[in-house]
């Protein structure tokens, strides 16, 4: 583990949650929420599609590391994307999107203190 956890910072969203304490809105103004990313607008009938043809999965947990099969996507999507060829044993590790993950992410696996230069690639979700 990396030996720099302890200096993670408090999560932005806590920090923002802080900055507009005591602020008042304009009540003339529509207010627009970019603290939580909840879809806006209907789901597509191809991912429902997709949600029902994999229900029998629901059964077991999936494994931490993810499938060989989903990794190998990954990895072929991030050539195909970025350019980057990774092996999809030793440098594809699948997570839910969890906006803690994605903050605290980097931070808990890069050790900058090993020698070497380092580099975290994370696809914009949006």
């Known amino acids: 583990m990396n030996p720099r956890l302890e200096l993670l910072h408090p999560y932005p ?18 207010p627009i929420n970019l603290s939580i990313g909840e879809p806006k607008h209907p789901t597509p009938q191809f991912i429902k599609d ?5 229900l029998d999965g629901l059964a077991n947990y999936p494994i931490t590391q ?14 195909r994307r970025y350019g980057v ?7 594809v590790l699948p997570v839910n999107g969890s906006r803690e993950a994605l903050f605290a ?12 230069r380092r580099v975290v690639l994370s696809p914009n979700p949006f």
Request: no cysteine; proline share 5%.
């Open 66 to 79: 993810g499938s060989d099969a989903l990794r190998g996507a990954i990895a072929a999507w991030a050539q």
């Open 85 to 91: 060829k990774l092996d999809p044993a030793a440098e």
């Open 13 to 30: 969203f806590q920090k923002l949650r802080e900055l507009f304490a005591g602020a008042t809105p304009n009540p003339d103004l529509a």
């Open 50 to 54: 997709a949600l029902v043809a994999g």
């Open 105 to 116: 992410f980097a931070q808990a696996s890069v050790d900058s203190s090993r020698h070497g």
